[in-house]
């Protein structure tokens, strides 16, 4: 059998990788404070669509995508 052609090579996130990881992990993280915290869901709802609006526009408009 050949090796495959990704074998040894190490998994490096780009910074893009990073913004589309946040977006998710704010909802949980949200939800977790909402749960554990007695915090209302429609506030930590609103809290968690801030931060991920704040990354997504940081990445849109503040150090958009380069053309190559």
Excluded at 10 to 21: A, G, H
Excluded at 41 to 52: E, F, I, K, Q, R
Aim: charged share 10%; proline share 7%; hydrophobic share 55%.
């Amino acid at each position: 059998m050949s090796p495959s052609a990704n074998s040894g090579r190490r998994f490096d996130l780009t910074r893009y990788d990073l913004v589309l990881l946040c977006i998710p992990i704010a909802f949980l993280l949200a939800a977790v404070a909402g749960l554990g915290l007695g915090i209302p869901s429609h506030v930590a709802t609103a809290a968690a669509g801030l931060v991920s609006a704040s990354v997504l526009a940081d990445a849109l408009f503040r150090n958009p995508p380069l053309r190559t």
